[in-house]
């Protein structure tokens, strides 16, 4: 019975008791989940501390999911890597940022894959996946942001010729949809 009153509890009842709460015990509450996990005091210091490196943290998680050190046996955890630009988005709601990551997301997973040899079917679907998404950001994006990334998608195009599963061609064919005259500034566009 314990275990069914456990799985009953919502955020409704812990916001009842919190709205009966001081501002003291309010902080001191966020100071205990501040302490309790790297990830809550991530989202903490995305959330109030706006800085110039409040990607970071969020970069060396995907870097360390979707590039890991392959010598020491680290696995590929690509559900790791869109964590934390879930979480990151989730904390900010910082649209740039979080292209930014998902930019970083697509970028290592592909010179993983140049560094490291072809990987599987699920991985590129993946990084098709975070490249389809930008795409779709950077249509309704201010010319600005879309002059300043589409270099980027044009260089991970370019280095992934000769990747299996079909990428390649995925990114060509994505990439010359999404914005023409891409496939006309020097890097191939065909598989």
Same mark, same amino acid.
């Given at each position: 019975?314990?275990?069914?009153?456990?799985?009953?509890?919502?955020?409704?009842?812990? +916001? =009842?008791?919190?709205?009966?709460?001081?501002?003291?015990?309010?902080?001191? /509450?966020? +100071?205990?989940?501040?302490?309790?996990?790297?990830?809550?005091?991530?989202?903490?210091?995305?959330? $109030?501390?706006?800085?110039?490196?409040?990607?970071?943290? $969020?970069?060396?998680?995907?870097?360390?999911?979707?590039?890991?050190? @392959? $010598?020491?046996?680290? #696995?590929? +955890? /690509?559900? @790791?890597?869109?964590?934390?630009?879930?979480?990151?988005?989730?904390?900010?709601?910082?649209? =740039?940022?979080?292209?930014?990551?998902?930019?970083?997301? /697509?970028?290592?997973?592909?010179?993983?894959? /140049?560094?490291?040899?072809?990987?599987?079917?699920?991985? $590129?679907?993946?990084?098709?996946?975070?490249?389809? +998404?930008?795409?779709?950001?950077?249509?309704?994006?201010?010319?600005? @942001?879309?002059?300043?990334?589409? #270099?980027?998608? @044009?260089?991970?195009?370019?280095?992934?010729?000769?990747?299996?599963?079909?990428?390649?061609?995925?990114?060509?064919?994505?990439?010359?949809?999404?914005? #023409?005259?891409?496939?006309?500034?020097?890097?191939?566009?065909?598989?």
């Amino acid at each position: 019975m314990a275990k069914k009153q456990q799985v009953d509890k919502r955020w409704s009842d812990i +916001r =009842a008791v919190l709205d009966t709460q001081g501002s003291a015990q309010l902080l001191e /509450v966020a +100071r205990d989940l501040y302490a309790l996990s790297q990830e809550n005091r991530d989202f903490l210091n995305a959330r $109030y501390l706006a800085s110039e490196n409040r990607l970071d943290s $969020y970069k060396k998680a995907i870097d360390a999911a979707i590039y890991p050190n @392959v $010598y020491q046996s680290k #696995p590929i +955890r /690509v559900s @790791v890597a869109k964590k934390a630009i879930s979480q990151y988005t989730k904390a900010t709601g910082d649209q =740039a940022g979080t292209l930014e990551l998902m930019m970083y997301f /697509v970028e290592r997973g592909n010179q993983f894959t /140049v560094d490291f040899g072809d990987i599987d079917e699920g991985f $590129y679907s993946s990084l098709e996946s975070m490249f389809a +998404r930008i795409l779709e950001t950077l249509k309704r994006s201010d010319p600005e @942001v879309v002059e300043g990334l589409l #270099p980027r998608l @044009v260089a991970i195009r370019g280095a992934a010729e000769g990747i299996c599963w079909g990428y390649h061609d995925y990114l060509c064919e994505a990439l010359a949809k999404a914005f #023409p005259n891409a496939a006309e500034d020097g890097a191939t566009t065909h598989g």
